[in-house]
């Protein structure tokens, strides 16, 4: 059984900074894409930024320059560095990770319960 953790959400002040975990953990070959999505007050989800297995990432205009998505393998961890929060930054914010399992090869997306960010003006 494939579990997910996410840590780091909070309240911070505009132009704060705060760092989101996401580790999974059970059995399973391998995490493949690692991603985070956040969802505000009234709005669809949408993708935040995204790390393929291979280091390659892709984010947001909204939070191009001031997010970092990065992945740490051995310990089945992405995390996202966000700075220079802004209020509309508030939202929601949710890991996904593309897991292969062992046992059918499948690559199966997970998510995370969410974390609430909030970003005071």
């Known amino acids: 059984q494939v579990q997910l953790v996410e840590s780091g959400g909070g309240l911070v002040q505009a132009g704060g900074s705060l760092r989101l975990s996401c580790a999974a953990s059970?059995?399973?070959?391998?995490?493949?894409?690692m991603g985070w999505y956040r969802q505000a007050p009234g709005k669809q989800r949408e993708l935040v930024a995204g790390i393929g297995s291979s280091g390659t990432t892709n984010y947001a205009d909204s939070v191009k320059g001031r997010f970092t998505i990065s992945r740490d393998n051995a310990k089945n961890t992405v995390y996202l560095q966000m700075n220079s929060l802004k209020p509309e930054d508030t939202a929601v914010y949710y890991c996904s990770l593309g897991i292969r399992s062992t046992r059918t090869g499948v690559t199966r997306v997970y998510w995370g319960k969410g974390m609430q960010v909030t970003v005071s003006s």
């Open positions: 059970g059995s399973f070959f391998s995490i493949d894409s």
